[in-house]
């Protein structure tokens, strides 16, 4: 458990608040009486975290010049980009902001085998991101989180309707971890002691290949669940015609080829006793596929409430939010 004394004692930032690493870093620091505060691009996003007692600063990162009044004060920042073209750009913004205000200490999550050389674009664009940060003078922890586990969520409906789980990975194995094991880990980045100057690669306590998922999800469930290894191509241009675009068609095509490889057949012992074994064998499975349902039911209710509070706006809005929760986001970071 990480301590409430330390939490207390450092103003903390979260930038990147509203994923689902950076929501419950927020939530997890602010619930350990830390002084949290999230960055957000409107008051819109920051409503949620005012009603659990969170701090809201906006500003955009695309625009460093709404950066400083956020920055200001604070002692540590904790900082997440979305996988983009635009993501050194982005955190560069964020790193300058922060030394400019005085920041003693950064955390950041980069992605899986963040390298210069890597065979992925995600990885060698995170790589500039963590040699800038390297360099900077500020003290820094960088995580490199594997495959979320959370991202096996976009084969629900196949699961639901088929009993199919249709990816592109071949036989390829993943040492895949929770992302609320992440959220977990980068709270004692941020709250313990020890973690200055230090990177770590954390993943689940073993690898498996998406047979052995649909095997243990077909416990879980009480279902018969096969996995069905689909065409690296066909998988793309199946993404390219439900309107993914360029960028993260390249960024998923790249992770899809290598993870076919063994690329990420691999674990580590850097997550050490923040690891959730549990859900890593899918006892906790059914808990994941009612969370997706869940949400879109959330969605659904919003929908309503929306339109009667706030008429066309709220219906744009929620058509939206619809579109996100009819997909699991895929952060392969």
């Given amino acids: 458990m990480s301590s409430i004394s330390n939490a207390s004692k450092k103003a903390i930032l979260v930038v990147g608040a509203t994923s689902t690493i950076g929501s419950g870093v927020a939530k997890s620091l602010s619930k350990l009486g830390a002084s949290t505060t999230v960055l957000v691009r409107s008051e819109e996003k920051g409503k949620s975290f005012k009603e ?17 009044k956020a920055f200001k004060g604070i002692d540590t920042a904790f900082i997440l980009t979305p996988p983009s073209e635009l993501a050194p750009g982005l955190f560069s913004n964020a790193l300058w902001a922060a030394k400019q205000a005085g920041v003693k200490h950064i955390v950041r999550i980069s992605a899986v085998k963040a390298a210069h050389d890597a065979p992925t674009i995600n990885s060698r664009s995170h790589a500039l991101s ?3 940060l390297i360099t900077s003078g500020i003290k820094y922890t960088i995580i490199k989180p594997h495959f979320f586990m959370q991202n096996l969520l976009m084969a629900t409906e196949s699961v639901k309707s088929e009993g199919k789980i249709y990816l592109p990975f071949g036989e390829g194995a993943l040492g895949m971890i929770d992302s609320r094991d992440i959220v977990d880990f980068s709270v004692k980045t941020i709250t313990d002691a020890g973690h200055d100057n230090k990177v770590y690669t954390i993943t689940g306590p073993e690898s498996i290949n998406l ?11 009480n279902k018969p669940v096969e996995y069905v290894a689909v065409a690296l191509d066909t998988a793309i241009e199946q993404m390219k015609q439900s309107g993914v675009d360029q960028y993260t068609l390249n960024l998923l095509h790249d992770y899809f080829e290598q993870y076919s490889q063994n690329w990420g057949n691999f674990v580590t012992s850097d997550s050490g006793d923040c690891v959730s074994v549990d859900f890593f064998n899918f006892r906790k499975g059914k808990e994941g596929f009612r969370w997706k349902s869940e949400r879109e039911e959330e969605g659904r209710r919003g929908r309503k409430k929306r339109e009667r509070e706030g008429g066309r706006r709220g219906r744009e809005r929620d058509r939206r939010a619809i579109d996100i929760n009819s997909r699991v986001a895929v952060y392969i970071e």
């Fill in 130 to 132: 963590d040699s800038e």
């Fill in 52 to 68: 659990e007692g969170i701090n809201v600063a906006v500003g955009d990162l695309a625009k460093p010049e709404t950066l400083g």
């Fill in 211 to 221: 047979k052995q998922v649909a095997a243990s999800l077909s416990k879980v469930i």
